[in-house]
Structures are given as structure tokens and as C-alpha cells.
């Protein structure tokens, strides 16, 4: 599909979805700049103290240091790029390293003799030259079949990784056994490699990937199991690491989220990071591969569509025929004791107020949907303030003990850091207010601490507790729309 016809197709799906008001804000943004979120100013490398207490800890690994492979498939870059990302790797402060190089008929001959100064000069670094083009995911190949590694990182030929990253990582996972897949938070550099904007992920959430590539780089596989899943697949180029997941996922694939900045990604003119429909063949790839695979990894898996973003997907899934809801009213005077005491014989709980209204007639609907999907126990909207349109919560996480709701104040129509307005996902809380809440967790809640409760607010800030230290996922659902007055 060219750029024009997935643009048109994302237009009318946006209308479809949000209206003229969705449109309106997308033009006023895209005429007049979008709002600027200000987030900490942050360096992406470490101080000389903060980099000799990696040293020093580095020193304790003794023999658990892993031997990580970089991967590195390269073709026609900017030659100051590609010594730039060479550099940042050489640059380790972590040495239990090797570099696998392809590239993939580099047409500028300054390319073969940049990768060939940078071979003779260091052992660790190995070079293969493809005769033929044959695109990313047969060079990703290539380069791992150089590697001799524990582990596989993957690097693109225009970025950069902090002089730490390596070292971070092996620490990471000697002190996690047994992860099978790393991912790191990342950094968005300009050509300059100077610092535009900093992506913190949340721990691993398997509904925001399935949402969204949330996981990016820096990632690192287990060499083994990534040729288990049988490499990077010919025909998903632009999303091959996206479809690599989905397989190592399948596989049982132990996933694990360091919290660290370890890679820089460079924005520029034609790169995905600048321009998100400068590659439009990869939504389709992935799209595809989410199709795929899916439905073994969500036994109740209906169907996955495309957002109205680029690289934004929804998944769907089959209700069972029967399922029941029962509507709880809740208001501040209202009989604690007895709404605990309720005996539940309906699947589900959906606590409403009178103040809650449905925007959208199928919220509840897309709810239902979201609650079935694997481990998920609870389902939370997208709540608008009534009086201005604006987001009231999106979800919750705790802060000195208060429940502090995501992206309150923000535009409903913006897609968020890391498209986490516009996409599902787990999130750690919610409020009780427009919650959907599975008929097992619920009771779970009652007979551990629920019952405790004196009042509506007490029962709200139990049950955010049960929320946060359960292992069931509480869902925020994108779709579903409600506004409290």
C-alpha cells in the first residue's frame, strides 16, 4: 500500500473513531505545533563516579560474565553515522563483547572500507558483505550467524549505545537468571547525537505490546532461543523485531524490563523516528505477524485492527455467549457492609456513579473484550471530565500513598509518551469509578482485606492496594470512553 492510500485509510478511521473533534485537534497541531509535555532534562551517559561503580561491579561477575553478540546489519548509512554507532560499541566499558557486522551491498564503497579499517583493528569485531541487497531481516541474519554469544543485542546501523549499555546489561542479567529477553528505555537523539526526548517503559506488559512495539531498544535475546524461533523472518521487514518477539513469546520466553537508558535512537529526515509514515510497509508486516501469532498466544483471541495511529493495533476478543455483568451504584453514603456481603453470581462487576457516562455506545462492549484476554482480572476506561474534555484518569500508580492517575489533564485525542493514551495495556491501579472487575478477583478482594472497609473511601483505597500487589493485570482499555461530571 503506497503512503497516500494508508493515510486516506487512517484519516477516515480517525473520523470513524473521534469525530470532528479528533480531526480538529490533529490540524491544530499539525498547524500551530503540538503541546509540549515537559519532561526532566537527563544525560544519557554516567558520570565518572557513576561509571567507575559499573567498573567496580563488573569486577564481581567473575565467570558469569556473558559474551554478548551485537548485531549490526548495515547498508548505504551516512558514513559519519555508521563510525559514530562502530565507536559507541568499541567504546564499552563492559569488554566481553563481539560485533557482527553485515552489510547488505552497500552501493557506497566508503562503507566496505570503513568495516574493514574497524575488523583488522579489533579481533571482536566480524564483517560479512552480502553480494546481493536482500533487505534487513536476511542481513539481521547473516550477522547472527557470526554470532558465538549468550546473548544477541541488537543495534541499528545509524544509532548509538551509552558506553555503559553492555555493562548494565550483564549485571542485569546476572542478577536475573534464567531472562530470556531484555529491553531497556531509550533515548531519541538528533544527527548531532544530542538528547531530544527520553522513552521510560513500563515493566513487561504483554497487552501494550500486542498494542504496540512498546519495547523498542535496546533488546537483547537469548542467542539460543532466538535461533530456536528460527532467526528473523524474510517478508516482516520493518517489523522483523516485532515478529522475533511474537516467536520467543510462543516459545515461553521469560521477559524482563531494565530501567535504564542504553540506546540512542537518531531522528532524521527519513527514519521512523522523525517520520512515522516513512516506512509504511512495516505497520503492514506487522500486522500480519500479530495475526499470526495471536491467536495461539490469546486462547480467547477474536481479531486484531489497526489504531488510529501509525504502528497502533487493537486486539479483540471473544466473549463467551452468556457472560453476565451486574451494574454496582456507587455513592458515598451508600451500605459498605452490604454491597461486601453481596452475593455474586454474575461474571463480572461494573462499579458505575451517577455522575459516570458512557461517550461511546460500545465502551462497556470493548470492556467485556479486554477482560477476557490472559491474566487480565480488571478493566479500566478512558474517564473525561465532563465540564472540559480533558483526561481525568487512564489508569492509576501510587505516590506517597495516594493514587495518582495517568495523564490527567491531557487531551483525549493526543496519543501519549509511548502511545500509551491511544493504546491498551496493564497499568498498575485504577480507581473503583468505571470499573469492570471479574467475579474472582473481586471475591479474591473481599476475603483477603475488603471486608475491612468502613467506607466507600476505604474500600477505593484497599482494593487499589490488592490491585498493586496482586499478579493479576488490571487493563486500561483505550476504546472505552466514559466522561464524570
Known amino acids: ?77 551516512p558514513v559519519s553515522y555508521l563510525r559514530a554507532a562502530l565507536d559507541s560499541v568499541c567504546q564499552q566499558i563492559y569488554q566481553k563483547w563481539e560485533l557482527c557486522v553485515a552489510d547488505d551491498a552497500s ?26 541487497n536482500g533487505h534487513i531481516a536476511k542481513a539481521s541474519n547473516s550477522a547472527l550467524k557470526l554470532a558465538r554469544g549468550d546473548y544477541v543485542a541488537l543495534l541499528d546501523h545509524d544509532d548509538l549505545l551509552p558506553s555503559h549499555a553492555l555493562a548494565c546489561v550483564a549485571l542485569f542479567l546476572s542478577d536475573n537468571k534464567g531472562s530470556d529477553v531484555l529491553y531497556t528505555d531509550e533515548a531519541k537523539v538528533d544527527e548531532s547525537g544530542n538528547v531530544l526526548e527520553v522513552a521510560r517503559k513500563p515493566p513487561w506488559s504483554p497487552q501494550y505490546f500486542y498494542s504496540y512495539m512498546y519495547t523498542g531498544h535496546l533488546a537483547i535475546y537469548s542467542r539460543e532461543l532466538v535461533l530456536r524461533s528460527g532467526g528473523f523472518r524474510v517478508g516482516f521487514e520493518g517489523s522483523q523485531d516485532y515478529d522475533l518477539m511474537l516467536r520467543v513469546l510462543k516459545e515461553g520466553a521469560a521477559v524482563k524490563h531494565l530501567p535504564k537508558v542504553l540506546y540512542c535512537w537518531r531522528s532524521f529526515s527519513d527514519s521512523v523516528a522523525e517520520d512515522r509514515y516513512s516506512k509504511v510497509y512495516a505497520y503492514e508486516h506487522a500486522l500480519r505477524s500479530l495475526r499470526e501469532h495471536l491467536p495461539v498466544l490469546e486462547p480467547k483471541f477474536r481479531e486484531v485492527e489497526e489504531g488510529i495511529y501509525p504502528g497502533v493495533y487493537r486486539t479483540r476478543y471473544v466473549v463467551p455467549e452468556g457472560y453476565s455483568v451486574a ?26 456513579t451517577s455522575k459516570l457516562s458512557e461517550q461511546n455506545r460500545s465502551s462497556l462492549s470493548y ?20 465540564k472540559d474534555g480533558k483526561i481525568e484518569s487512564a489508569g492509576c500508580q501510587k505516590e506517597d500513598d495516594k493514587l495518582v492517575p495517568f495523564f490527567s489533564g491531557r487531551s483525549p485525542y493526543e496519543g501519549g509518551e509511548g502511545m500509551r493514551i491511544a493504546t491498551g495495556g496493564e497499568v498498575p491501579a485504577a480507581t473503583l469509578t ?49 466522561a464524570l461530571k
Not at 113 to 128: G, P
Not at 341 to 350: G, I, P, Y
Not at 370 to 379: F, I, N
Open 1 to 77: 500500500m503506497n503512503r497516500s492510500i494508508y493515510k486516506v485509510k487512517r484519516l477516515l478511521r480517525l473520523l470513524k473513531e473521534q469525530g470532528g473533534a479528533g480531526l480538529l485537534f490533529r490540524l491544530k497541531r499539525r498547524f500551530f505545533g503540538a503541546t509540549v509535555v515537559e519532561l526532566p532534562a537527563e544525560s544519557v551517559e554516567l558520570t565518572p563516579d557513576e561509571l567507575q561503580k559499573v567498573r567496580d561491579d563488573l569486577d564481581s561477575l567473575g565467570d558469569d560474565a556473558p559474551l554478548i553478540s551485537v548485531l549490526l546489519p548495515v547498508y548505504n548509512v
Open 107 to 132: 552501493t557506497d564503497p566508503q562503507i566496505r572500507q570503513l568495516l574493514e579499517e574497524y575488523e583488522n583493528k579489533d579481533a571482536r569485531i566480524r564483517v560479512t558483505f552480502h553480494e546481493e
Open 434 to 482: 468505571g470499573l469492570l472487575v471479574s467475579k474472582e478477583f473481586w471475591c479474591e478482594f473481599v476475603e483477603s482485606t475488603g471486608r475491612e472497609a468502613r467506607n466507600l473511601m476505604e474500600l477505593e483505597g484497599f482494593f487499589a492496594d490488592y490491585m498493586l500487589q496482586s499478579k493479576k493485570h488490571v487493563y486500561y482499555c483505550s476504546r472505552a470512553v466514559f
Open 327 to 352: 451494574r454496582v451504584e456507587l455513592s458515598y453514603d451508600m451500605n459498605i457492609a452490604e454491597l461486601l456481603a453481596l452475593e455474586v453470581v454474575s461474571d463480572a462487576l461494573f462499579f458505575s
Open 367 to 386: 470492556m467485556l473484550e479486554a477482560l477476557q484476554a490472559s491474566g487480565v482480572e480488571a478493566v479500566t476506561p478512558l474517564i473525561l471530565r465532563e
